[in-house]
């Protein structure tokens, strides 16, 4: 088992930042890549953003990319995402996931392979 806690969403004017955070615990947390995930209101949850388990590897949804950076640091337990230039299209719940399954150097983008769910942190952007 993996549990999982998100903070650092808000209320931010487009073109702002955020830093999203997300702290791991239980199952070991350098076992598991690591994926964003956002949902809005009336739509699917969608891939943002995911490591693998070494770091060394990254993707990204193209609606992000240059923009949003996801980073994580085994040693704290932690994996954290940078929303940079925000639009009003980013609000949304935004979800931090672990997929224990994804090989050392692996990031997999697909919502059923995520295996471990946080509760979500709102981010609103304000036009």
């Known amino acids: 088992q993996v549990q999982l806690v998100e903070s650092g969403g808000g209320v931010v004017q487009a073109g702002g930042s955020l830093r999203l955070s997300c702290a791991a615990s239980g199952r070991t947390f350098s076992s598991c890549a690591m994926g964003w995930f956002r949902q809005a209101p009336g739509k699917e949850r969608e891939f943002v953003a995911g490591?693998?388990?070494?770091?060394?590897?990254?993707i990204y949804a193209d609606s992000v990319k240059g923009r949003h950076t996801i980073s994580r640091d085994n040693a704290k337990n932690m994996v954290s995402l940078q929303l940079n230039n925000l639009k009003p299209e980013d609000t949304a719940v935004y979800y931090c996931?672990?997929?224990?399954?994804?090989?050392?150097?692996?990031?997999?983008?697909?919502?059923?392979?995520?295996?471990?769910w946080g509760q979500g942190t709102q981010v609103t952007v304000s036009s």
């Open positions: 996931a672990a997929d224990p399954g994804a090989s050392f150097y692996y990031v997999r983008c697909t919502l059923r392979e995520y295996d471990y």
């Open positions: 490591i693998s388990r070494s770091g060394g590897s990254t």
